[in-house]
């Protein structure tokens, strides 16, 4: 049985989390993490899947404001091992209603083209055109809450 968690800056879960975004969304990719981008990651809501059996770490995702009125979606990442078992849509769903409850009315993200299709059964729209980022095209996807 897999648990939805928040997960605080700083801990030793929040580096678990880093270690797990990098595994599946930037070594793949050829990409690096830059610690860089760490101080601005104080501010958002981190969020984990742990597996109850064993306190694993399955998946995980980051909250970040852009507003009053609209939060983003970031870094949904799940272990490969753990890829089709309803983990991201959990994380998603969970993040959905978070930010719901904590005053936000939209949620926007940039999709890779090969998750499209899983956003888009989640509630999210396109929005503009696809975009470029480090060689790799994206969607603007948005989703009311």
């Not at 797990?20 to 760490?38: A, H, N, T």
């Not at 979606?73 to 969970?94: H, I, K």
């Not at 899983?118 to 975009?131: V, W």
Request: proline letters at 1%; one cysteine or more.
């Amino acid at each position: 049985m897999k648990k939805i968690i928040d997960v605080d800056f700083g801990t030793s879960r929040y580096d678990e989390l880093v270690e797990l975004r990098y595994k599946v969304l930037l070594e793949p990719l050829g990409l690096k993490f830059l610690d860089s981008f760490r101080d601005k990651e104080v501010s958002y809501l981190h969020v984990g899947c742990v597996e109850s059996l064993d306190d694993r770490l399955v998946g995980g995702l980051i909250l970040a404001p852009v507003n009053e009125s609209e939060i983003r979606l970031m870094q949904v990442a799940v272990d490969t091992v753990y890829q089709g078992e309803g983990v991201g849509r959990m994380l998603v769903e969970y993040a959905s209603k978070r930010a719901h409850d904590a005053g936000y009315t939209k949620m926007v993200m940039h999709a890779m083209l090969s998750v499209v299709a899983f956003y888009e059964k989640l509630g999210f729209k396109q929005e503009g055109d696809l975009f470029e980022e480090q060689g790799i095209t994206f969607a603007k996807m948005v989703k009311d809450i």
